[in-house]
């Protein structure tokens, strides 16, 4: 049987967590990482020629081309995490205050369908 490759293209590791929920929605499934900054669409689907799937970090105005029907027709998908308060404190390098500590955990995969912008010059 053939495993699903996904492209994780992110800066950060993929959690255990993050590939445990993977293997349950495509069974057990290969992941390649990709750190680079892309600057476009054509970019992702480069690093992911190879891939199933493409998991993805990326500002929405790329993720609205990658999930436009005309550019891409594998699914992009994105993880989903929750802010949980650890009851610690850290120091914020950028104001040297004191500030609540939180941690991300994992909660979920979801499934991009379309993204839509829409702005006004001010």
């Known amino acids: 049987m053939t495993?699903?490759?996904i492209l994780w293209l992110s800066r950060?590791?993929?959690?255990?967590?993050?590939k445990?929920?993977?293997?349950r929605i495509y069974g057990e499934c290969e992941v390649k990482k990709?750190?680079?900054?892309v600057t476009s669409f054509r970019d992702v689907l480069d690093a992911g020629a190879d891939c199933d799937v493409l998991a993805v970090v990326l500002p929405p105005n790329i993720i609205g081309d990658?999930?436009?029907p005309r550019n891409n027709d594998k699914p992009v998908i994105r993880a989903i995490a929750n802010r949980i308060e650890t009851g610690g404190?850290?120091?914020n390098p950028a104001?040297?205050?004191e500030e609540k500590e939180f941690k991300f955990e994992h909660?979920?995969?979801e499934h991009v369908i379309k993204i839509e912008i829409v702005t006004e010059k001010l």
């Open 3 to 5: 495993k699903t490759k």
């Open 12 to 18: 950060h590791d993929m959690t255990d967590a993050q």
């Open 20 to 23: 445990a929920d993977l293997d």
């Open 34 to 37: 990709y750190s680079q900054t």
């Open 66 to 68: 990658l999930v436009n």
């Open 89 to 91: 404190t850290i120091i």
């Open 95 to 97: 104001t040297g205050k």
């Open 107 to 109: 909660a979920g995969w």
